[in-house]
Every structure is written in C-alpha cells, then in structure tokens.
C-alpha cells in the first residue's frame, strides 16, 4: 500500500475483555515496530520484527501483551485482559530494514478501556 | 543507557515568530538523527535527517543542527503559522544491530502558535 495502515482508528473495550491491534506496513518493508503512546508523552517501544520473527519484545509491559506476524507483512498486537491503564494510542511503523534510515508511521489506533 | 531528552516540555508563540527546540541525546552507537512532526491524533511524519557527518539541514521553515561532538540538536522554526501546532519529536537512531530496532524516542515538544 501507499503507507503504513492501522485498523481500527479507534477501539473502545470494556476492562477485562481482548482485543486486537492491526498494522499493515507499506509493502516490501521487512522491518516493523509497535510503539504505545499515552497523551502528551513519546511514543514508547513495545516491540519490533525483523520479518516474522520478534527481534526484540523488551518493551511488552507484560505477559498479557503479545504480537505476531506470521508471514512477515501483516502483524497484529494482541492484548488480554485489558486494564484502564492501557488506555493509549497504538502506533505501528515499518522501514526498509534495521539499517533503514526511516519509520514510517501509521495514523495509530486509539485504545479506550473503560 | 540510550536516552533523548527535549525541551522545552511545551511551548506556546505567536504566529509569525520564529522558535528553538533542543534535543540532547546519550545514544551510542549513533547512527542518525531525525525529526518528527506530530499533529493531534495523527502519527509522527518525518521533518529531517542528519548523519553523524552533517551540522544543518533545512526543510521549509524547518532547519535542523546537530552537534554530534556535544549530542546536541535544534529544530529552528522560522515565521511560524498556526499550522505549525503540534508535537515535535527527537529520534536517535542506533547503528546497525541496535536493539529496540534502533529508534530511540524523545517524549516531544508540544508547540503552540497562537494567532
């Protein structure tokens, strides 16, 4: 695609339900990051993939966030058990590869858990 | 620990004044410098770029420095408009093989133009 896409925009959850975070990054790139971002911070490092695999998970908050990307295109952020506190904006970017010296950023998905 | 830090926090201007932002930054190893411009409820789109070899890069109304001696940078703002309102964030990069995908964040400058 043109850019990098994230569906839905906006997702609101009640406290204790599931849900799952789509990213579709632009078509070729290799490289895919899920940043979190609370209202007037940075964004925060979740994970990142270097094709399928998580080359680097240190930033899940815990064992009720997990993501995949099973053919190395498409990943989805999964969390469980939502708590208020994950309450944020979700954004996914891709670049070329590790070495790349651009991300390019999806619109993100805004998560509300009331 | 890799780190960049910004400021200031918040900034409100006038429009038409021109504006500093800082950002200082303990990455290594560095690989390259960016700024990102983020409007509300949008994600973050790229202003410029600097490797370790370039001191000012200019786009638009938007010039960048880096001093790569100091791990300092700015992102001047000049004859700012109410466009210009938004967040603007410093992100290091870490050379090849870095962990967390080699993207150091910054927690941004919120910008302000007032008319």
């Known amino acids: 695609g043109a850019g990098v896409s994230q569906t839905p925009s906006n997702k609101v959850t009640e406290k204790g339900k599931y849900v799952e975070l789509r990213c579709d990054p632009i078509?070729?790139?290799?490289?895919l990051y899920w940043y979190r971002q609370s209202l007037g911070q940075g964004p925060e490092f979740l994970i990142y993939f270097q094709g399928t695999g998580a080359a680097d998970d240190s930033g899940l908050p815990n064992d009720r966030f997990f993501a995949v990307r099973p053919e190395g295109s498409v990943s989805t952020l999964k969390i469980q058990r939502t708590e208020r506190g994950d309450s944020a904006v979700y954004l996914c970017?891709?670049?070329?590869?590790?070495?790349?010296?651009?991300?390019?950023f999806g619109q993100g998905t805004r998560l509300t858990v009331v | 620990k890799n780190q960049v830090e910004q400021s200031p926090q918040s900034l409100i201007i006038l429009e038409g004044k021109n504006c500093t932002l800082q950002c200082n930054y303990t990455v290594s190893p560095f690989s390259n410098l960016r700024w990102y411009k983020q409007d509300t409820g949008r994600g973050p789109v790229s202003l410029t770029i600097?490797?370790?070899?370039?001191n000012t890069k200019s786009n638009g109304r938007y010039t960048a420095t880096l001093d790569a001696d100091t791990k300092q940078s700015s992102l001047h703002i000049t004859a700012s408009q109410l466009s210009d309102s938004a967040s603007y964030i410093c992100v290091v990069s870490l050379n090849y093989g870095g962990s967390q995908g080699n993207l150091i964040f910054g927690k941004g400058t919120k910008l302000s133009v007032k008319p």
């Open positions: 970017a891709s670049s070329t590869g590790p070495a790349s010296t651009e991300a390019f």
């Open positions: 078509s070729g790139h290799t490289a």
């Open positions: 600097m490797t370790f070899s370039e």
